[in-house]
């Protein structure tokens, strides 16, 4: 973390190469994976910037035979702040079936467009948003198309060398032994390195960058000081937003841009198989935040309905880190306390008829293990509640149950934190309420009510208390 240009803050953990015990350390090269975008989007406009392209050229100009009834109306702004439409896409799957997730083996644009050649339009050009992985590989490809060099020699020439990231590639690693290996099972019993089951071919232009924090510091600061860009370009990507329907939350020109008490926060994060990330800026305190983690709970692919979380980098950490700097108080903020010499102890909490903790203490080493019939960690625990008990939980869980189940939001805004309400009580968010009901009345339709609930179990709503009431069973989730 930086301030004013200066590090205040710089910290490494864990290791690099779990197999060999290679440790992590500032000089580590990571996959940024998604962080590629704000990258990718400094690359196009650096081509904007010198006449050979404007933000409202239609993707048609490169791509004549693509989707050729809607392609002449999508244009560079809407695949940099995903408001292109497209059903195609990858590494996401609609709940229609439309999108392909990335495989292990090299595939060319060709190869693509052959998979998406009947795909039709969401919605109009510039009238939603829906994160669009294929739309930056489109960028990458149209770089290649005006630059006549390859994507990762432009983004040397262009944007590594000149904000002075030595360490940063597209594909591979300057450095190999200062890689760090992606690696699986973050919480559970087994800790284990990873071969990518990605081929790079397939995040050309969206998640196929490896650079390291110090690199991502310099790549903020030279954007910020005018090295990459005019400021008036920079203001653009910025400025140049659609709105993501979610609280007052916005997709600029390759970057997010949030409100976080009432102060900017610019960001963009990355999630792959063993690999999470986080880049932002707060522009009123002149701060700068890089987080690059080698970890992830499961692979994300084979075992895509893992019902936990899948990540310690995520929105709840960064909203904690930013609370701290804004001086603000942080709930459940561990604190060191001085204390006498303590005794080494051995204590088990029960928390249901399967699973346990115990906490131990042997010298100046603490432990806290999982136990149960099957492997799993604190990380993933999920706890749930019997919807009947005369509680505020159940209040707010058969309150949600009934309104998903007769459409009716009214007294919804009540429930939930600030945030959560702003959600209820937005137009967009009633909206995304309703749609999420009509797909689960659609598969209640083809399925029987055991395999429906099996598959509500899966869909993930991050902070929510959903319920459900169906044939008179209640279903609760947490």
């Known amino acids: 973390m930086s301030k004013n240009d200066k590090i205040i803050y710089k910290k490494s953990f864990g290791f690099a190469d779990a197999s060999t015990l290679r440790k992590n350390t500032k000089n580590t090269i990571f996959s940024v994976a998604s962080v590629t975008k704000p990258l990718t989007a400094v690359g196009i406009m650096k081509l904007i910037e010198d006449d050979k392209l404007s933000l409202n050229t239609p993707i048609s100009t490169f791509f004549p035979n693509f989707i050729p009834d809607y392609s002449p109306k999508i244009t560079i702004r809407h695949l940099l702040n995903h408001s292109s439409g497209m059903q195609a896409n990858i590494g996401r799957i609609d709940n229609e079936g439309n999108g392909l997730m990335p495989g292990e083996n090299l595939v060319t644009l060709n190869n693509l467009f052959e998979k998406f050649k009947d795909s039709k339009l969401k919605h109009e050009p510039g009238k939603g948003f829906e994160y669009n992985n294929f739309g930056y590989t489109l960028l990458a490809y149209i770089i290649e198309d005006i630059s006549k060099m390859s994507y990762a020699a432009y983004m040397e020439q262009a944007v590594f060398k000149p904000a002075s990231m030595k360490n940063t590639s597209v594909n591979n690693y300057k450095v190999v032994r200062k890689k760090a290996f992606p690696h699986i099972g973050l919480g559970m019993h087994s800790f284990t390195k990873i071969r990518s089951k990605i081929h790079s071919s397939w995040l050309k232009g969206a998640g196929n960058i490896n650079s390291t924090s110090l690199d ?28 993501r329907g979610v609280n007052d ?19 963009h994060t990355g999630l792959l198989p063993g690999v999470t990330s986080i ?53 459940l903020l561990p604190k060191s306390i001085k204390t006498k010499k303590i ?16 906490l131990k203490k042997q010298g100046d080493l603490y432990t806290l293990e999982a136990t149960g019939k099957e492997p799993w960690s604190v990380f993933t625990y999920k706890f749930s509640k019997d919807a009947n008990e005369n509680n505020k939980t159940s209040e707010t869980a058969l309150f949600f149950a009934n309104a998903m189940s007769s459409q009716n939001f009214d007294g919804l805004t009540t429930y939930g934190d600030k945030k959560m309400k702003e959600f209820l009580g937005s137009k967009e968010g009633i909206n995304q309420l309703k749609g999420m009901w009509a797909y689960f009345l659609k598969m209640l339709e083809i399925l029987n009510l055991s395999t429906f609930i099996k598959l509500m179990k899966y869909q993930v709503i991050k902070r929510h208390i959903l319920g459900f009431i169906l044939k008179k069973k209640t279903l609760v989730l947490f």
């Open 343 to 358: 005794v080494d102890y051995s204590n088990k909490f029960k928390l249901d008829n399967k699973h346990s903790l115990v």
């Open 279 to 331: 880049i932002g800026m707060l522009p009123e305190k002149n701060i700068k935040i890089v987080i690059l983690t080698n970890a992830t709970t499961t692979d994300l692919i084979t075992e895509s309905n893992f019902q936990g979380k899948n990540q310690f980098i995520d929105g709840e950490i960064i909203d904690k880190l930013i609370t701290i700097i804004q001086g603000n108080k942080v709930e």
């Open 216 to 243: 991502l510091q310099r790549f903020m600061r030279a954007l910020e000081n005018g090295i990459l860009l005019k400021p008036s370009s920079v203001e653009k990507l910025f400025n140049y937003t659609q709105s």
């Open 249 to 267: 939350s916005e997709y600029g020109l390759g970057w997010r841009i949030q409100n976080k008490d009432g102060e900017k926060w610019i960001n």
